[in-house]
């Protein structure tokens, strides 16, 4: 029987909150990180566009006012005029900015805050590319890239880890050709600043999400583990009473036989008793009185093995060694065989493998097989018990075939459901109970019959080395 615990769950089963806990922490957890550095790269990146639309705009702006310096970067002469050389001034003089260079087409540096640079021609530059062809490029660069980065990184000094690096094309303002472009390192300090406060917020965000989330679904689900703990107390308790049902079943059935038996030997003894003496009456009122005291002993004994199972605290199958079991249930019926002269027999291997069941219930079904076998065929009629393994499936088959008069097609289909007869005096219940018993042992029970030609009724149960 399942236990519940106070952690959630059951005693060796799924603990169902304990689990959904651990697992949905990770995996808020995992998608809180997650969400948090997109959001972060994504106003990361759209703050840094923008710092890199408002200085083109400053750029586009200068151009249009300072004519001379466009007149320059569009025919350069060798060295810039006053003018221009003031207009530049204004580029190197913009907020936070640590260097600034102007490139011509060829991508030669016409002018620089950095005197030593300008004339010279760098490496290979995909930002620059990009911006001679038009487009606005933003970077974000690391210290360790400006160690390691471009030639033209060299004697850029920076007083934090991270620097822009923003690529602006100069175009010329009456026909909209782009004639050179601007290179901006800068140190946007308030700009970091509020990425920094913009990442703590979506963090704090995402925890506060997440924790709530968390919070609201743990509880839902620890509520519906309420629930299922207490349904399945509900439906052990509905189990306990089906198999206390069950078991009466078993024993009303089990009884029936042997009292039938009973009855008729302590008719022949009333019948014995009460005519005129006659030979061989003796004879066959002690064999009467045989048959009844060995009846009795037979319910007595049954008896005592349902009481010990009943009492036991085992409930897993034990290995079961079939022979032996089937030539108790055939001896049991010795009697009645005699009576109506029905021969049953066994054929049965000396090396049989053992199954998993319980010898108590198991016997019960072949019982019932036996009895209905001996009801369905007529005096002089055959039974015969025979059983195969298949090593494969791990099962062993026992089978019970008559040579009785057989059922139709309509009666096949209906036979083992409960309350199904075709007995005047019968309960049907014989078959079902059968079949709910090995269903419970992993066993399956399958009836093949034929109307005149008898039936087989195959009985299999799991090998005791099968898991």
């Known amino acids: 029987m399942t236990h519940s615990t106070p952690n959630g769950g059951s005693a060796g089963g799924f603990g169902l909150t304990r689990w959904f ?7 808020i957890t995992v998608i809180a990180v997650a969400s948090v550095w997109l959001l972060s790269w994504f106003v990361t990146q759209r703050m840094l566009l923008q710092e890199g639309t408002l200085t083109r705009d400053f750029v586009h702006s200068l151009m249009l006012v300072e004519t001379a310096m466009q007149d320059y970067v569009a025919n350069p002469k060798e060295a810039p005029s006053a003018d221009v050389e003031e207009a530049f001034q204004h580029l190197a003089r913009m907020p936070d900015m640590l260097r600034a260079n102007l490139y011509d087409l060829q991508r030669r540096v016409l002018w620089s805050s950095d005197r030593t640079l300008i004339g010279r021609q760098f490496g290979p530059n995909e930002e620059l590319d990009f911006a001679l062809r038009g487009a606005v490029v933003v970077e974000k660069k690391t210290q360790q890239e400006r160690v390691n980065g471009k030639s033209e990184y060299e004697a850029l000094t920076q007083p934090d880890d991270l620097f822009v690096e923003i690529y602006v094309p100069v175009t010329e303002s009456r026909t909209g050709r782009v004639i050179g472009a601007i290179e901006f390192y800068k140190n946007p300090r308030g700009l970091m600043h509020l990425l920094a406060q913009l990442r703590h917020f979506i963090a704090l965000g995402a925890i506060g999400f997440g924790l709530l989330l968390f919070a609201a679904l743990f509880g839902l689900v620890r509520r519906a583990d309420g629930l299922i703990q207490a349904q399945q107390r509900q439906l052990v308790e509905n189990e ?37 003496p006659r030979a061989g009456d003796a004879r066959a009122t002690q064999e009467a009185a045989q048959d009844i005291v060995e009846q009795a002993d037979r319910l007595g004994a049954w008896l005592r093995e349902l009481l010990s199972y009943t009492r036991s605290n085992e409930g897993a199958s034990q290995p079961l060694s079939v022979a032996p079991l089937v030539q108790s249930c055939l001896q049991e019926f010795g009697r009645e065989l005699e009576r109506r002269h029905v021969r049953a027999r066994a054929e049965l291997a000396d090396d049989l493998p053992a199954v998993r069941g319980d010898a108590l219930f198991v016997g019960q079904v072949l019982r019932s097989v036996l009895a209905n076998a001996l009801d369905a065929v007529q005096d002089g009629g055959r039974i015969t018990v ?50 709910r018993v090995l269903e419970r042992h992993g066993g399956r029970l399958h009836i093949a019959s034929e109307e005149g030609k008898g039936t087989v009724v195959s009985i299999s149960l799991r090998l005791a080395s099968s898991t």
């Open 21 to 27: 806990g651990v697992v949905s922490m990770a995996a």
């Open 386 to 435: 025979s059983a195969a393994p298949d090593e494969r499936r791990r099962l062993l088959t026992l089978r019970v075939q008559d040579n009785g008069h057989g059922m139709s097609r309509t009666q096949r289909a209906q036979a083992g459901s409960p309350f199904f007869t075709t007995k005047a005096n019968g309960m049907g219940v014989g078959l079902a109970l059968a079949r």
């Open 240 to 276: 306990t009473f089906a198999v206390v049902g069950e078991m009466s079943s078993v024993v009303a059935h089990g009884i029936r036989n042997p009292l039938a038996a009973m009855r008729s030997s302590a008719e022949l003894i009333v019948d014995s008793a009460s005519g005129p």
